[in-house]
């Protein structure tokens, strides 16, 4: 059922701040390619539960891309080489450890409800395809 899948941002679709990074994400996504499912999706418990992996947690980014999953700040930077010049720069940030990155997103993703309020990504039609509802 998962095997062709492609690239898929999962977020918290009921965060401000996350539905504002998908919005970004599918203006800057060069590719187009980037599909993009709720992690309160049955399609995200499915998926995690099929390949083993530890349930999502909301507070997190999660990037799926060639059968693996990446979440946190290497999800973030994953997903910025497939972005339009100047946003693909942001992978410059692999120089830096890890454990900072992710003590950078842990920092923002606690605050996240503050950062961004009551935004719902506003799709047109063909961006709307790119969203996995089931």
């Known amino acids: 059922m998962f095997e062709s899948l492609g690239l898929v941002v999962f977020y918290d679709g009921d965060c401000g701040f ?10 800057k996504d060069r590719t187009r390619s980037i599909q993009f499912a709720a992690i309160q999706s049955e399609f995200t ?8 992996w ?3 947690d909301l507070s997190t980014f999660y ?9 946190k700040s290497t999800g973030a930077l994953k997903v910025a080489k497939y972005l339009k010049f100047p946003s693909s720069l942001m992978t410059v940030f692999w120089i830096i450890p890890r ?5 950078v997103y ?5 605050r996240r409800r503050n950062l961004s ?3 719902c990504v506003m799709p047109s039609v063909d961006e709307g395809k790119r969203f996995i509802s089931t």
């Open 18 to 27: 996350c539905n504002r990074s998908v919005a970004f994400i599918l203006k």
């Open 45 to 52: 418990k499915n998926l995690f539960s099929d390949k083993g």
């Open 54 to 56: 530890d349930q999502p």
């Open 63 to 71: 990037f799926y891309e060639n059968g693996n999953i990446f979440e």
């Open 99 to 103: 454990f900072i990155r992710d003590a």
């Open 106 to 110: 842990d920092s923002i993703a606690k």
């Open 117 to 119: 309020r009551d935004f």
